[in-house]
């Protein structure tokens, strides 16, 4: 397999050509804030949050859905990229209603502990405070839109893991939800097999265990990378 | 000339408060109200949630009694599911109940109350608080740091946190306690004890000083309402609704909660955000219905305490009644506390002597299978009533809350009416007077972010306004 060299912050790495920006700088061992990428999911580039800057680009990239390409001078780290992502998690933050103290992700949320890292102790915009509901209609889990960034993981993973594609986002813009059975209560969706996946790699309380009470979901995002290796490569990680 | 004095807001209270006490043309009192300016919307923005997170939400209430909201509200849900929730369960939601009985007494009467009761109610407003109260009384006050200490640690230790310790949850609670926590309790229980009884002796040795106040701070008739056990001992985690009126007798023995609404009605005011609850059969009118709860209401309805200090104690609160009739003095507030939290201690030692407060089995589970759950409970400052109703499957659809502070309402206007009668005349408001009739609230140890579904400093602001609403005098403190 080919190979590639680039430059990340100021260090000259080089990475397999055939894999994202975003795989290259991991493997560097840097820390870059992401949500909607997922091991072992397709690459949606939604969230932004892994935009870097590249020398003789005036945009910033989406490190997740940017392939490595030789001679990229890479920064992921600047003022100025820290003052977007804030903003991106202001935003989120902002649209519907992350009330952090009764949710049952509080203390494990993906998007709390991404808004701790950068420093997000307030939100400059005015909340939206949007009135949405919750879909409890199914035996085992609920669906709440007050908590969920759209990250589609949830989407990707019923469509490309579990292959029941009852998932899907529905609308456009502000008014995009994600929806189960093509808009019906996900307890009526045939298609469901009940398996918890979406709720597993779900990163807010947008998805959870039906009963779970304030702080007390746990997500396990392992049993993803475990089931792929045991199909793809008939390998299962038993430790 | 007509005037109003308005104290806001009103200090040393958890919550938004101001009293405004209007005076008539020889500058009598004509009417006293306290007003609850906060509104906290809990009623409405629970709506659309499903039910099991009711506890980790409506505990978020208030950050003095979280314990209260968190327990009434697992209850209400416990009676959704239907299900009875584990003996050891019980045990450990009643055990983190009284813990949280004696963190909350002894905030009110060594913190809050403290400094009128031992630098004085018209002392140096300078150093009438909790700093002055060190600087003049290090050991007391100390000592109730000391005294609340003991029951947030144990709150901790369930919870693992001692403010909003998210652990009830319906069906039963998440955590039991440990072998060491057990070690750790009983050998700070005796240092409690102590402290109790020196805050009793404390008390009591000034009850001659006091007599003006006994007389002047809401004493008064009324009707009283809690909780009792079956046999009708002193209850604060479950058991039977209980009303005793104004001479004693028992006229509701022991309705189960469920029926709640029959005996308690609400109703509102313009001028306030706190509802005004009454007990239903004799009506809202004239204050008919005027009841009062928490402490000093549980001591009067309930026939014995049920262990043996708080029984010698009870023994001798009666005696404040006269001829055999209900202690009537909302004065007798801060002695009921006490006895209360002696109780508490009592019981706390019970229970880690019970093998069951270790046990795992501490959790039922069970869906949806009553749309309506009613969870009643005897918070500190009284009896708190959490009612829910939801869908098939289990979005909530309607809350109810009626707590401690709303029940006592009436009782908190009339109180600060008879203190401003006893104590102002004229346009001369002096700062002492004021407190007074603070400290009338302050009795009811009210919690207002807790009533009206905000945090925050309250200075105090004091106006005499004339019949043409014009400022004639006027009093600010920091």
Redesign the interface.
């Known amino acids: 397999m080919s190979v590639v060299t680039l430059t990340i912050n100021d260090k000259l790495v080089s990475a397999q050509a055939d894999k994202s920006l975003l795989r290259a700088i991991k493997d560097q061992g840097i820390e870059i804030p992401t949500l909607c990428h997922l091991e072992g999911l397709s690459e949606r580039g939604g969230c932004r949050l892994c935009m870097v800057e590249m020398q003789g680009s005036p945009r910033l990239l989406a490190s997740c859905v940017t392939p490595v390409q030789e001679g990229m001078v890479i920064t992921t780290h600047s003022e100025r990229l820290t003052n977007y992502r804030r903003m991106i998690v202001e935003l989120l933050l902002a649209e519907r209603n992350h009330i952090c103290?009764?949710c049952?992700m509080?203390g494990n949320c993906e998007l709390q502990s991404v808004a701790a890292k950068l420093g997000v102790d307030h939100v400059r915009y005015d909340y939206l405070c949007p009135?949405l509901?919750?879909d409890?209609?199914h035996e085992r889990y609920?669906l709440d839109h007050n908590r969920c960034i759209l990250c589609s993981r949830c989407n990707r993973v019923c469509d490309e893991v579990e292959g029941a594609h009852t998932l899907d986002t529905a609308g456009r813009g502000i008014d995009s939800r994600v929806i189960t059975g093509m808009n019906q209560p996900w307890?009526t969706s045939r298609s469901c097999t009940g398996c918890g996946k979406c709720v597993q790699v779900c990163p807010t309380g947008a998805l959870f265990k039906?009963?779970?009470?304030?702080?007390?979901m746990v997500k396990q995002h392992d049993f993803l990378l475990w089931i792929l290796d045991g199909r793809d490569k008939k390998i299962w990680r038993w430790s | 000339m007509a005037k109003t004095i308005v104290i806001d807001p009103v200090t040393r209270i958890e919550g938004h408060g101001k009293i405004s006490i209007h005076l008539d043309q020889d500058g009598k009192v004509a009417d006293a109200r306290f007003h609850v300016t906060e509104f906290r919307g809990f009623e409405r923005f629970c709506e659309g949630r499903t039910f099991p997170e009711m506890p980790g939400i409506t505990m978020r209430i208030c950050g003095i009694c979280p314990v209260s909201h968190m327990l009434a509200s697992a209850k209400a849900c416990d009676a959704i599911v239907g299900v009875s929730i584990p003996p050891a369960a019980e045990k450990l939601r009643r055990l983190i109940n009284h813990a949280q009985y004696v963190q909350s007494h002894a905030l009110s009467f060594f913190h809050l109350s403290g400094p009128d009761l031992l630098l004085g109610m018209e002392s140096d407003p300078a150093a009438r608080n909790v700093v002055g109260l060190i600087q003049q009384h290090p050991e007391i006050a100390r000592s109730g740091i000391r005294l609340r200490q003991f029951g947030q640690e144990i709150i901790r230790m369930l919870g693992s946190k001692s403010v909003h310790p998210p652990w009830a949850v319906p069906g039963g609670v998440r955590e039991p306690l440990n072998a060491e926590n057990l070690n750790e309790i009983s050998r700070k229980l005796p240092e409690a004890f102590e402290i109790t009884e020196i805050a009793l002796d404390l008390l009591k040795d000034r009850y001659e000083k006091f007599k003006p106040e006994t007389e002047r701070y809401g004493d008064f008739p009324s009707l009283y309402i809690g909780l009792v056990t079956p046999d009708g001992g002193l209850e604060h985690y479950d058991g039977l609704l209980r009303v005793m009126d104004a001479e004693g007798r028992i006229i509701e023995p022991g309705l189960h909660t469920d029926r709640y609404k029959e005996i308690i009605a609400e109703a509102v005011e313009t001028w306030s955000y706190l509802k005004f609850p009454y007990y239903k059969p004799a009506g809202y009118e004239n204050g008919a219905g005027l009841y009062r709860v928490g402490p000093l209401a549980r001591l009067n309805i309930c026939d014995f305490a049920g262990t043996p200090r708080a029984d010698r104690e009870l023994r001798q609160f009666r005696r404040l009644g006269v001829g055999g009739r209900p202690v009537t003095s909302s004065f007798h507030y801060h002695y009921a506390r006490l006895i209360e939290i002696l109780f508490a201690l009592e019981r706390i030692q019970e229970l880690i002597q019970d093998p069951d407060v270790t046990s795992d089995h501490v959790r039922s589970h069970a869906g949806v299978n009553r749309p309506v759950g009613i969870g009643i409970m005897e918070a500190p400052r009284g009896t708190l009533i959490h009612e829910y109703n939801v869908d098939e499957n289990g979005i909530i659809k309607k809350v109810n809350l009626l707590v401690a502070t709303g029940n006592n309402n009436q009782a908190m206007n009339k109180t600060v009416r008879q203190i401003a009668e006893a104590y102002l005349s004229g346009n001369d408001i002096s700062e002492g007077l004021l407190n007074r009739v603070e400290h009338g609230i302050r009795l009811y140890d009210p919690c207002l972010s807790c009533s009206t579904h905000a945090v925050g400093q309250m200075p105090l602001h004091v106006q005499i306004v004339d019949s043409n609403g014009e400022v004639v005098a006027e009093r600010f403190r920091d």
């Open positions: 103290c009764g049952v509080n009135d509901p919750m409890a209609s609920v307890g039906k009963g779970a009470t304030a702080s007390e």
